[in-house]
């Protein structure tokens, strides 16, 4: 039985007999057989352990960041500030996955630099299952490094000491001195030189669960998580009060006023449902205007926790970029999707008009969303938004069987060929879902197949199978050109 449940583990959410016969169909296309295992290990994992990486400006977290994720994803530049929307990034180390929470663009000196350091540290280390704390080694400790010691002691999660700009020798004297700290070893790193980045993964990877401690989905009971996401003052509070049908939390005409995540359990439609509250930064961090730039992390923590996230418009205004940022943020952080048009009751004819049109050309990425016209604040529509998270949450727990899977993509190919392009055709040879949660597929190609043609594939897979309300990962594998023995 235990050895069941192992191998069902490496070959995704494919069954054994499945796999044998998807890795045999491998076999005669051509696929070498070790890359097509690591491309199903990669597709079909659980939602994967997340590492922060914190520490105050300019000590090269971004630098860090990008050494780790193995690509020059977040932007580093040599002025503190200068990271900007993304978040979360998705790395590997020696075999295993995790993902990477870059601290690296929350530092304008809004409030004082300390405290800002502090609130951003707090998001971070709250999304995180380990912490590594970047301290600038040439700089040795100092009192907001101290301050930060002091948020990671409270939350008690595993924490790797990072001394960066370690260039050589004599700068393992300056990493020693970090002992002081009380984190345990300083690893001596140099972000830019890739110098002990290795060593100190190792001690990430020790300090990292092999898998999140938030197990999802009803195997281990215990309520649904929604995260109430959406610009500041969109009114996210009064949904909350409205679902929970009393004042739990303090709404006030002032944007940006809630500042403790709230976690409610909440029951709706009969079932218990918790509701992630995204809305705040601690009340010990009297924050005004920096309170923009702490959203996008904000929400990144919650929608981490979440696995359903109703992201609240407001429909009396234009849809803003802000409002494409955090759909994005939950489209990339694979989780369901509902839209709720908040403040539905206050419009006219001609809004409603140009509402829709904004709709289908700014939200037209999203159009599997299902969308909810709801007020928050008199309550209009909100027996609506149950069955909505519900079609959101099948849609995201959907599995294809492989079988199935094939005859559509044979028929697919065979009725809409991938245009020819240098006098050669890519074909879909066959494909697989290798994971849910989102749901991700593995498509096995002759050759490069273009972004509008996967696009194309994904509308066809929604159209065939459903998957309201949550994103489609798609991965292409193309076949290595090499001599095939008849």
């Given amino acids: 039985m235990n050895e069941q449940i192992h191998s069902g583990d490496e070959h995704g959410e494919l069954g054994d007999a499945e796999y044998a016969e998807f890795m045999e169909l491998a076999a005669q296309e051509g696929f070498d057989a070790e890359e097509v295992q690591s491309e199903l290990a990669a597709a079909g994992h659980g939602p994967l352990p997340v590492l922060a990486v914190v520490g105050r400006p300019n000590v090269g977290k971004s630098t860090l960041v990008n050494r780790i994720i193995g690509r020059r994803e977040a932007v580093v530049e040599d002025r503190p500030g200068v990271t900007r929307d993304r978040v979360t990034y998705e790395a590997e180390w020696a075999g295993r996955r995790f993902k990477v929470v870059d601290t690296g663009g929350w530092e304008q000196d809004v409030l004082g630099i300390d405290a800002s350091v502090a609130a951003q540290a707090e998001y971070a280390i709250e999304a995180a ?57 300083p690893m001596p790193v140099s972000a830019l ?57 303090v709404v006030n005409e002032l944007a940006g006023t809630t500042r403790d995540p709230v976690d409610e359990l ?18 010990r961090v009297h924050l005004q205007e920096g309170a923009d730039y702490y959203a996008s992390l904000r929400t990144a923590a919650a929608v981490e926790k979440a696995e359903v996230a109703v992201i609240l418009i407001d429909a009396s205004e234009s849809i803003s970029v802000q409002d494409q940022r955090i759909i994005t943020m939950a489209v990339e952080a694979g989780r369901a999707m509902v839209i709720a048009y908040n403040k539905w009751d206050t419009l006219d004819e001609e809004r409603r008009y140009y509402l829709e049109r904004e709709i289908e050309t700014e939200l037209g990425q999203i159009a599997w969303a299902p969308r909810v016209n709801v007020s928050a604040r008199t309550g209009r529509h909100m027996e609506k938004l149950v069955p909505a998270i519900e079609t959101a949450l099948a849609g995201w727990e959907t599995r294809v069987p492989t079988g199935r899977l094939n005859a559509f993509l044979g028929e697919l190919v065979a009725a809409h060929p991938h245009p020819i392009r240098g006098g050669k055709q890519p074909r879909i040879l066959f494909g697989t879902q290798a994971g849910t949660k989102p749901p991700r597929f593995v498509l096995f190609a002759s050759g490069f197949l273009e972004a509008g043609y996967r696009r194309f594939v994904e509308r066809r897979l929604r159209e065939e199978f459903g998957f309201e309300g949550t994103p489609i990962h798609i991965s292409v594998r193309v076949r290595e050109k090499r001599s095939r023995k008849k």
């Avoid at 299952?129 to 080694?137: E, G, Q, R, S």
């Avoid at 949904?239 to 739990?248: I, M």
Wanted: aromatic content about 4%; some cysteine; overall charge neutral.
């Fill in 129 to 185: 299952d380990a912490v590594v704390f970047v301290v600038d080694a040439t700089v040795g400790a100092t009192d907001t490094d101290e301050a930060v010691v002091k948020l990671l002691r409270r939350a008690g999660k595993p924490v790797v000491l990072c001394a960066n700009k370690v260039d050589g020798p004599s700068g393992e004297a300056d990493a020693a001195m970090l002992w002081s700290l009380g984190l345990g070893e």
């Fill in 193 to 249: 030189h890739g110098r002990g980045t290795g060593d100190m993964l190792d001690e990430v990877l020790k300090a990292l669960p092999e898998a999140p401690a938030q197990t999802f989905g009803a195997a281990v009971g215990g309520p649904r998580r929604i995260a109430l996401i959406g610009r500041p003052n969109v009114g996210k509070s009064s949904l909350l009060n409205k679902v929970a049908g009393e004042e739990r939390v």
């Fill in 266 to 283: 909440i029951e709706l439609g009969g079932t218990t449902w918790k509701f992630v509250d995204t809305a705040g930064i601690r009340k």
